[in-house]
């Protein structure tokens, strides 16, 4: 274990560990921008400079190693004065959209900018002109917002694996891209949407179906019922509905998600969705009452039952309904009706 | 492209380059400097052939082709075009020179002629203002124009 | 080579070949009845074939002089070797004979007929075509008697101009791979390591780390793999002594990674270097085939079990990648974005495999330490800068060229004694060192012996050894301005100070050289580069800021003049400049007008005075270089 002193409190930290994981072991918040413990500490934004005592410079505290008898300051005059010169050159280059920004209450940059009292921009001067990438269903890329973390970039290829979207060209002109610009629809991009997830302000976004503000929303915590993993997501609701899905830090996901669980949720609110049962008469689904539908299920499982034995029967649930649905549905055959055929979307 | 780079034997080259390279760590660097030398460009195709026989991702090579200014996607001409756009040019009437250049030669300020012959700049001042306005083809220099002389310096080339 | 003896052998072979040379170069060579009994030959002729000499048509020279020689029936006697760079590149192409060491520049084709048929074989020197400093009243001098060398002390340049670089039987004729075989058969790699940090040779890419303990770092660093870099990736504007000695002396960088493998336990080496020397490139990829042919790499190197290879890799136009991350990242084949450190490159390089990296000219003095000993460099220097350092003189100075100067010279010493003054009988402004990193030094501070620290305390730094002057022509807001322009097209991009930052500054400068900036601006140049330097992730980032830093430290007065009175004292920056006809002088011809592009001059020929009309004015200067009255004057 490793001794050091952050803002004047004695702080233990394992060796190896990061300034940035010994302040947030006791509590101490140091902000950041391109920080993800799933990935390789490549400290770019430089958002989480602090002072060491003795150093040259300001190092940043994702990657700097904790040694023996660091002394630390996270919020001395130098390090705001730097932090808000880092902002106020983020705000040069980014659109000063917050009024109409999908991303507002819940961006890091707005966020920051608040806490530091940054304004507006002091510059003036040459700003980046992209068009923005529509061409994937489920989200967009406004590269007019990014900052340049490049998280998106590390978590399609470091955990994703999918490698759609790198880093083109270099110094200024430096922006996230599909290989020759050709937009995400024509890259490999699978839709998975973790780089929406991980996003700090609003150059990736879902592409909503309905408008809302963060702050009108609450979350709920469910299992995705997609596929047996058993990812754990939070749903964004407003009022009675979802309107967004998030992955959550935690067993077996990790932060992760792929296209259904984060972006299919739509058929939950769609007005296409059956809310009543429907039975076939004359060759024609026609809306029935619930007893009227049970009756017609048991009849008709007792007489194949009778007629062929309970192995003539399946049963086949789908992912979007509950995961205590499914459950039913299969306890239902096994030990209703009496046979092992139950399957599920998910399997295929 | 009129002048076909793509060609079967360009690409049977680039093929044996990589062959060459494959077993090495860090062949991407090597493997696009050949490919650079003998397409005289990298473009999409390239690097698609790249990707596939080096096994890198295709967003990797388009990162680091456009990182390093010595690789380029697109041929530069055998002729460099260079229409002087400093103050003197200007007021001089270069913007119509550089346009008849761009329709003459059907390259585009910034980038290069159908048949690869010619490539377009518009060069900042470069110091010949007592001539302007001026263009220069390569080492070449032209001074004093008027947009009637365009034609006659393209044909020389 | 399978042993040591063979190395001594072929080094006495060698010798006795180029001896002729050695007279007046070296202090070692074999008694001269010796030699004249052995060969033949009567004159080596030595041709400059550096970069700077190409372009200036040596290679045609070279023809020449075959030709030439062939016709007389000489080739036996006299031989004629194609060299690395002299140095004094103002003054080329360049041509040295020996035994004399007659020193002739700026030579032509046209003039070999005379230099040979005169000199060499009638004997009789061709005085015009002498360098002008090698001719004092008829004294010729040769050429390490004439002001620009005298005061060098060369030991990464040593054998730059001395040798055919891509003989490799020349390199060891100078004791070349002795070293090698010294540490492999006498030395421990503690020793070695020991020795490098007795010797005090600090990087001499620009940061000054002390090469010895990077060696140490490396060696004790946990890996399977080691690896062993050369930097050969030198982008300052203005610099070229790596280049130099790859293209004069490849062997001597190839020597040490073998030596410094030997020390860390590496036994793979790689060379970045940029695409953009393309001679430096093939002599090193020759010297490394030489050497890998007769054994002096690969397996079992001098029959000691040694083994190590080299492998060249290209840059391809990308400044950051002299950043050791970064080059680290491009060795990868990846963009070259730098990395976090730590963890540093002894620790986690080349695919975080434990890495030692040194740049050409660390490299190029280790042999010589380990031959001569870490006392004998640690001699030469001052207290905490041992050694010699090659700076590449440029700009507004008589002689433009590579000089090699034990650490602690005084600039002065350098800029004048060496470097000839200033041209044209202009006034000294300031010297700016260490490439877009460095700053700017004013006259006051010329007295200032050169080291790692006496630079850096003046706001400028080593860097890799530019060393530009600047006379009161130069507008300090425009280098400042120049030298932004380049780091904010070279920044990599990666990390937000720098990114956004360099960029920034650079649109200030812009405004404050158009006459549209503020009081306020200084400030802002002063806070952001405070920002830069401290936040940014990379040296690049981190030095960006000097050269406007240490302009408006010392030239503030400039930066006002520019923002207050919207004048620019030195009359670079064309929008605050103003051309004027004065009327006394003005002849009344009407030339200025007819020049004017815009038809902005108005007057009378004959009759009247010309006037400018300064809102049409687009400032171009044709009519100032055309007036033959010098009656047009800019301010």
Known sequence: MITLKINGLEVEAEEGSTILEAATKVGVKIPTFCHDPRLVPHGSCRICVVELEGGRNLPTACTTPVAEGMNIQTESKEVVETRREILDLILANHPLDCLTCEKSGRCTLQDLCFKYDVKETTHRGAKKCHPIDESNPFYYSDQNKCILCGKCVYVCSQLQGTNAIGFAERGFPTHIATPFNEGLAHSTCVSCGNCVSVCPVGALMPKSKEKFRYWETRTVRTTCSYCGVGCQMDLVVKENSVVGIDPVMAVPNDGLLCVKGKFAFNFINHPNRLKKPLVRKEGKLVEATWEEAYQVIADQINEIKTKDGADAIAGFSSARALTEENYLMQKLMRAVVGTNNVDHCARL | MAKNILTEENFLRLHKTIQLNRGKKGALMPVLHEAQKIFGCIPLEVQKRISEELGVPLSEIYGVVTFYSQFTLEPRGEYVIGVCLGTACYVKNAQPILDKVAELTGASVGGTSPDGKFSLEATRCIGACGLAPVLTVNEDVYGRLVVGDVPGIVAKY | MKSIQELEQACQRGLEKINIRLNSVDEKHIDKSDEDKKHKEKNHVMVCGGTGCTSSGCQKIIGKLDEELKKHQLTEEIKVIKTGCFGLCEAGPIIITHPDGTFYSRVNPEDIEKIVENHLIEGNIVKDLLYKGAIKQDEIKPFHEVDFYKKQKRVALRNCG??????????????????????????????????????????????????GLKWDFTAKAKGDQKYVACNADEGDPGAFMDRSVLEGDPHAVIEAMAIAAYAVGSDMGYVYIRAEYPIAVSRLQIAIDQAREIGLLGKDILGTGFNFDLEIRLGAGAFVCGEETALINSIEGKRGMPRPRPPFPAHKGIWNKPTLLNNVETYANVPQIILKGADWFANMGTEKSKGTKVFALGGKINNTGLVEIAMGTTLKEVIYDIGGGIPNGKKFKAVQTGGPSGGCIPANYLETPIDYDNLISLGSMMGSGGMIVMDEDNCMVDIARFFLDFTVEESCGKCTPCREGTK?????????????????????????????????LCGLGQTAPNPVLSTLHYFRHEYEAHVKDKKCPAGVCQALLQYMVIPELCKKCGICAKKCPTSCIDGVKGKEVYVIRQEDCVKCGACMAACPFKAIKKG
């Open chain 3, 504 to 536: 920034r500054m650079l649109e200030i400068l812009e405004r404050i050289a158009d006459g549209e900036g503020e009081l306020s601006d200084l400030d802002k140049l002063q806070s952001m580069a405070k920002t830069i330097k401290s936040a940014s």
């Open chain 3, 162 to 211: 001395a040798i055919d670089p891509e003989n490799i039987y020349e390199y060891i004729a100078l004791d070349g791979y002795k070293a090698l075989a010294k540490v492999l058969t006498e030395m421990t790699p503690e020793g070695v390591i020991d020795e490098m940090k007795r010797s005090g040779l600090r990087g001499r890419g620009g940061g000054g780390f002390p090469a």
